[in-house]
């Protein structure tokens, strides 16, 4: 049983492959299974039907540096799929 499972979207891998349609089942914080899961169970269920799923993004060239002292969660960054910022270069 998957801890979630994110049925329906489009998948972007990030290794230059085209876009395909799957799902995708986590267990704990790792992907685990990627492909057709409907037979599969999971305590969560997200629909991600017209929505593209991928891994997050390394943003290089950033300017958060100042952003951290309002948010130091950084939210802003993560809603926009943001995982990792690169500051002071």
Known sequence: MF???IVGG???D?????RYKA??????????AI????AADAKKVIDAS??????GFIDFHTHSDLSLVY??????RIYTGVTMDVIAN
């Open 14 to 18: 990030g290794s230059g492959a085209f």
């Open 10 to 12: 489009t998948i972007l």
């Open 71 to 76: 948010d130091k969660y950084t939210r802003s």
């Open 35 to 38: 492909g057709d899961l409907s």
């Open 23 to 32: 799902d995708v089942g986590i267990e704990g914080d790792k992907i685990t």
């Open 3 to 5: 801890d979630v499972k």
């Open 50 to 55: 017209g929505k593209f799923v991928s891994p």
